[in-house]
């Protein structure tokens, strides 16, 4: 499933106040889909569908190796029964973090839902032929820019970054920009997904899968 394409992103367009609408059923375990990756594409479909800005961004948290924690907001890309798939630069920290510590944390929170999941597990590359495929389908300005950055390293102006720009977009005229080896995906494969919904008096719910020793999704409730 293909989330969200580059060229549909809507950051930096005006978007309309979103009223806080707290679902008023409470969540139940027996109406839960049986696996968390069904449960999250309907909460997805919920928040899409409800005109949310980015509904697709979250917060992904990595700890170095020394277990110093980094986190930043990342766009989802895709997702399926395999996990959650990101894209960046392979050069910049949380490549870094996931090279030393292969485990990350996902957080997607959907305020005017009054809805939040949570994701942990490892972190994998995805292969080179969809980082390829996905590659290809970017704006190419966004192809361009990285081959531009060296991602996370000081320079020295924005007009450094500029130029690079520049000097690249002359490079590539008439030609397909090829996806450069030190970008690509990341897929988290998950452990353990948390779906929080707010209650009443702060009776909040929080249902958890995770898997069992047989290897079967579970659910568990957890207190507030």
């Known amino acids: ?4 394409d580059e060229a549909s992103d809507t950051a930096g367009k005006e978007t309309p106040d979103m009223p806080h609408n707290p679902p008023k059923a409470p969540l139940l375990a027996e109406r839960m889909a049986p696996d968390p990756i069904k449960q999250f594409l309907r909460w997805f479909a919920g928040a899409e569908q409800a005109g ?6 979250m917060t992904l948290a990595t700890a170095d ?15 399926d029964a395999r ?22 944390a996902l957080v997607f ?22 980082s390829d495929r996905y590659f290809a389908s970017r704006p190419r300005g966004h192809q361009l820019e990285a081959h531009a950055s060296a991602q996370s390293q000081v320079v020295r102006d924005r007009d450094f970054l500029q130029k690079q720009f520049e ?13 450069p080896r030190h ?42």
């Not at 005017?112 to 590359?125: A, K």
């Open 52 to 57: 949310l800005p980015l509904a697709n961004a």
């Open 109 to 130: 929170y959907w305020q005017p839902l009054s809805r939040q999941v949570r994701v942990e597990g490892p972190v994998e590359r995805v292969a080179p032929d969809e």
């Open 83 to 104: 996990g959650f798939v990101f894209y960046t630069n392979y050069q910049g920290r949380k490549a870094d973090d996931l090279h030393d510590n292969p485990f990350a």
């Open 1 to 4: 499933m293909h989330v969200l």
């Open 183 to 224: 970008w690509g995906g990341y897929r988290l494969v998950p452990e353990s997904v948390e779906f929080w919904q707010e209650g009443k008096d702060r009776l909040h719910d929080r249902l958890r899968y995770r898997r069992d020793a047989a290897g079967n999704w579970i659910i568990e409730r957890l207190a507030p």
């Open 167 to 179: 000097e690249l977009s002359g490079r590539f005229a008439g030609q397909e920009v090829p996806r």
């Open 65 to 79: 190796k020394q277990g110093k924690p980094s986190a930043r907001m990342v766009l989802l890309k895709d997702v």
